[in-house]
């Protein structure tokens, strides 16, 4: 007959008498200020972005040898990211980057106070938030490379697994912000609409310009058989930014959440599995974070980061996951409000889709070509309103017209055949 091993669960009062309040306070405060950084000993800036990789704030990362709480002599970097660049990149990033800081410093704190409260034990979707110095414009926040982060090489674009990562964390984001709306604990008041779909004058300085510089291209470098497609992009900057206008306006009834905004391969930072499958990623730049439909994040995240093959076969069914991650996590994150359906988010998709393509057709090739730097230069565009700063040869790579020419056909087709 074999021995039993009876065990007796303790009362809460008996768990507490073994180890008291102010011993477990000493014991959590000691292990905090032995991982806590006491000294910095030296500290280096260098240049945290190749040339191309970033257009409208400088990033630095900052290399350190500190002293720890314990005594021991380690390694940190932080990024700094500053609002300054050349003179007209400056004065448009003015009061984007106070958005920026708003979105670290306050709204990130709530919604992991929200996912706390739920019990969402999943990694955070953006970097840690430690400091916000207005005078200088400057945010110090964590290196994502320095914990294992990168990036997807933008010219190659994002594959499926990637996508599927990025939309279903892209539903998350959505959903937690909707919550802290309906919980009056941020709201549409305090964030403008989206200064690229309602700005005229960067609408018409930066979008149009590239749009019409492609036009030319394609007159006088394609060939006959895209004669028909070049003369329908001839419209006149007010259409044009009539058009991409439109894609702002919802109505009380529209499912409608706090969105990223700029949501697209460069502001997306991945980490794989020993596998070197994509396991989780962070969001970061946050400038442009506005209310809409969160079809414009999404129409912005599809168009201006997968591979346009994949985006085009595969264009329902990125919907479909998409909106199947947003259900489940309004329900984790306890929303109580009308949930979307899937017809209105097609809808939805269907009113910001011009604001989309606009972006892929307008800044796709710029953004993506091989010759990488050379393809336009903001400051220029901005300084001259769209005028001179996009340049001829990236509509000219090998390749581009497989890369973009079914997607300006149906463009044309479907919003310029009058």
Known sequence: MGLRIIRIRKPPTEIGLAMDRKVLETAVKRSFKDHAIAQVIEAEAETALPKGENYLSTILRIRMKVVLGNGRVAKRNLIVKRGEGADCVVVMMKDFFKVEAKMYSRVFREMEYLMEDVGDFEEPLWCKFIHYDPKSESLVLEDLKATGFSLVQRQIGIDMEHGQLALRSL???????????????????????????????YVETLSYPGLQALRKAMEQHWGPEWATVASKLNITSDVFYSKVKSCSVYTEKDFVCLNHGDCWTNNIMFKYDWHGKPQSLRFVDFQFANYNTPCADVSNFIYMSLQPKLRRKNYKLLLEYYFDALIKYLDIYGYKGPKPTFEGLE??????????????????????????????ELDTLLKTRGKEGFHMDMYLEEGITEKIGDDLIDFVEKYLSS
């Open 347 to 376: 809808e939805a998709m269907e009113r910001v889709s011009f604001f989309g393509i606009c972006l892929f057709v307008c800044w796709y090739p710029a953004l993506t070509a091989k010759s990488g730097t050379d393809t336009f």
């Open 171 to 201: 539903a998350r984001y959505h959903a937690i912000g909707k919550v802290l709306e309906e919980r009056d604990v941020i709201s549409k008041g305090e964030f403008d609409t989206h200064p690229f779909m309602t700005n005229s004058r």
